[in-house]
């Protein structure tokens, strides 16, 4: 199937942990997101690569660090872990920068 | 103000009804918008982009009106299965998309 695909779909780890989640699209999209959609369902842009350049970089906490390792793949490193990371992480793709992505299943992270 | 309103609902209707939602944005220089559907518990799935001249897809249409910074989405004889969280999502700068909170949208047998 092509698509995009998150692993793991849920996260459940305790406060202070070192956590990654991975992503992968077989679209052949240029760009790659990542979004956070939290318990009053805002879903909020944090981070974009085009082409494994990182072209958007909201006002993230450091401790949230993306990899880019190449265009079909964007990973999300998140260190020391608070319980305010407990949300749902959406990756997306889209075929060029300026395009509408299209999402990942998402992974549902609790931090306890 | 938000970048992106929405009125949060829920819209309670019958099947079979016509059911409107707006979505207002802040940024005049947004150049690219999108209606977004979301079932609970998933990821969001594109429903639609808006054109200026407005655009029709089925049962489903949708306007833009840039003068008031406002779009719109229709949805005509709605069914059971459009029960979801519809959300509007504008460009802001660097194209990255301006998610609106959605509406919620209930339809009853």
């Known amino acids: 199937d092509t698509a995009v695909s998150q692993t793991p779909k849920y996260l459940v780890t305790q406060m202070g942990n070192d956590k990654s989640i991975k992503c992968e699209q077989n679209l052949g999209h240029d760009t790659m997101y990542w979004y956070k959609q939290d318990s009053k369902k805002f879903l909020k842009i944090m981070f974009s690569y085009n082409n494994k350049e990182l072209i958007i970089n909201e006002t993230v906490p450091n401790r949230f660090s993306p990899k880019s390792p190449d265009k079909a793949h964007l990973n999300l490193h998140i260190n020391s872990l608070e319980l305010g990371d407990s949300a749902v992480y959406f990756c997306a793709s889209s075929q060029f920068r300026t395009s509408e992505p299209l999402f990942g299943p998402g992974t549902r992270l609790t931090v306890t | 103000r938000k970048e992106v309103e929405q009125d949060p609902g829920p819209f309670n209707v019958p099947e079979g009804a016509t059911v409107a939602f707006n979505c207002t944005y802040s940024n005049s220089a947004s150049q690219s918008f999108f209606w977004y559907r979301q079932d609970c518990r998933k990821e969001p799935k594109l429903l639609m982009s808006?054109?200026?001249s407005g655009n029709e897809d089925g049962r489903f249409t949708a306007q833009l009106n840039r003068a008031s910074q406002y779009i719109s989405l229709l949805i005509r004889d709605s069914k059971l299965s459009d029960s979801a969280t519809y959300l509007c999502?504008?460009?802001?700068?660097?194209?990255?998309?301006?998610f609106g909170s959605g509406t919620r949208l209930l339809v009853r047998p």
């Open positions: 808006v054109y200026s």
């Open positions: 999502a504008p460009t802001g700068s660097s194209y990255k998309l301006i």
